[in-house]
């Protein structure tokens, strides 16, 4: 355990995060990749599971050139339907403006 990244052992110091989830995001040993999953699983709950699904996907971003926009968007609006935006009205009002943004941008690309 002590052979593990610093942010993640200043986490599992706090009680933010278990040991198993721990040591699963610590198979990333990019910190640049590492921090959002960190971040995310301890915002968001996930499961060790969700985590190391999570990792492949991750590291196929931070490469260049080889992410794909419909991946973002696919993952983007997964982690959308679990998270905790639904119990905020404010956060609701954001996501109801930037779908409808992104409608009027789909609907702006249909033929015509």
Do not use: C
């Amino acid at each position: 355990m002590l052979n593990l990244p610093e942010d993640i052992l200043d986490v599992l110091r706090q009680g933010k995060l278990e040991a198993s989830k721990a040591k699963a995001i610590a198979r990333v040993k990019d910190e640049e990749t590492r921090k959002p999953l960190l971040e995310d699983a301890i915002a968001y709950n996930l499961s060790r599971t969700e985590i190391k699904r999570q990792i492949p996907q991750l590291e196929q971003q931070s490469k260049p050139a080889t992410s794909s926009i419909k991946d973002l968007a696919d993952e983007t609006f997964r982690r959308l339907k679990k998270s905790k935006v639904w119990d905020d009205s404010k956060k609701q009002a954001k996501v109801e403006k930037l779908l409808t943004q992104l409608k009027a941008l789909i609907e702006d690309d249909k033929p015509k």
